[in-house]
């Protein structure tokens, strides 16, 4: 019946035989000791460590925390009174204790994933109570509902999207008819002031902390197809700070140029004697003492035969659309200097990647 009301509700709770605890003694949350032992209900007898959480009466462990109940405690035929525990434990505290013990359970899935924080726990309580009496029978007026300690309630965010921000990070606009739908179908209460939509996600959905999580919830039901795939119309042009190092204006040119839709590469800096006599005329160039191949003896003295060759090899591979962009040094007798080159071939925009198409031949 529990697992019946946690699948419900997203809590899950853990029913004690109440005629196997410990007479008068007080039920305890608290840290295990070091190498405390527990028999769960299912699996080996488990040592634990400080950093796990237990449901203690006495001296005795009767549940771990979250994850499992203890065998000692556990429900049979014969059982005539039951304790009901109904409670939250850190999802942070219940990961580090399964990854360290190797063990798992329903209930330590959905404590994870933060699903217990739907419904108030009496509420839940009572669902189960009257599930219990209503299939098996029983006197809830011997009974006693005994909080132990009131969980506070989580603060639901108050988010804000605005139409110019999906704009902007998407290239085109989402009618406000269509995205209100949306968010409403995912039980986000929405409102519109001026032109700012504040909008607050269902207390469940503790993953959605920004207004970039709204825009990918808003797109994941909108379908990711429906977005034309294009590059941003005007880049503004790039300013350089006169007390900025080298290595940040560098930052901000790979930056530019990769929203630009071009794509970094790093090309060795030795060359072939082929290459070096093709593509340069002076005589001043660096060799190796012991090249380890022929394809790499001399320094080069320009970017260009390296990016002409990469080229080369992705279109022999049938790789089309090819923008390339390098920030590399050259190397002469005189001086060694930092060159920035761009290469390319085919079309600028390639087919979205939501429509993929591949042609296939007799291989």
Not at 161 to 169: C, D, G, S
Not at 336 to 343: A, D, G
Request: some cysteine; aromatic content about 8%.
């Amino acid at each position: 019946m529990a697992n019946l009301v946690m699948l419900e509700s997203g809590q899950p709770l853990h029913i004690f035989d109440y005629d196997t605890l410990p007479a008068k003694k007080k039920i305890i949350v608290r840290q295990a000791r070091q190498l405390e032992i527990i028999n769960p209900l299912a699996g080996p007898t488990l040592a634990l460590n400080s950093a796990d959480i237990v449901v203690g009466l006495g001296g005795e462990i009767i549940d771990l925390a979250g994850i499992i109940g203890s065998r000692s405690t556990a429900i049979t035929p014969t059982t005539k009174n039951i304790l009901i525990e109904c409670a939250s434990f850190s999802a942070e505290a219940i990961k580090k204790t399964v990854k360290s013990l190797n063990i798992s359970s329903t209930a330590s899935r959905y404590f994870q994933r933060g699903t217990n924080v739907v419904l108030p726990l009496p509420l839940v309580l009572q669902r189960v109570i009257f599930l219990i009496l209503e299939t098996y029978g029983g006197n809830p007026k011997t009974g006693l509902m005994a909080p132990y300690k009131e969980a506070r309630p989580r603060k639901i965010p108050l988010l804000t999207i605005t139409p110019n921000f999906i704009k902007k990070k998407l290239g085109q606009i989402i009618t406000e008819e269509v995205m209100l739908s949306i968010y409403r179908q995912l039980n986000f209460a929405c409102q519109k002031k001026g032109n700012i939509y504040y909008i607050s996600p269902p207390t469940q959905r503790r993953d959605i902390t920004s207004s970039e999580d709204l825009l990918e919830e808003l797109l994941r039901v909108y379908d990711y197809n429906k977005i034309v795939s294009s590059l941003p119309a005007n880049f503004s042009k790039i300013s350089f700070k006169a007390e900025e190092k080298t290595g940040q204006k560098k930052q901000q040119v790979r930056t530019y140029l990769a929203n630009c839709g071009w794509q970094e590469i790093i090309t060795y800096s030795l060359i072939s004697r082929e290459m070096k006599e093709e593509f340069t005329t002076t005589s001043d160039s660096y060799r190796l003492l012991l090249p380890k191949n022929d394809y790499h003896q001399y320094y080069r003295q320009t970017l260009i035969p390296s990016h002409l060759k990469t080229l080369k090899y992705n279109l022999s591979r049938g790789n089309k659309n090819l923008f390339f962009f390098e920030i590399s040094s050259v190397y002469s007798q005189e001086k060694q200097e930092e060159l920035l080159i761009l290469s390319g071939v085919g079309g600028i925009i390639n087919q979205s990647l939501h429509q993929l198409t591949s042609e296939v031949d007799f291989y």
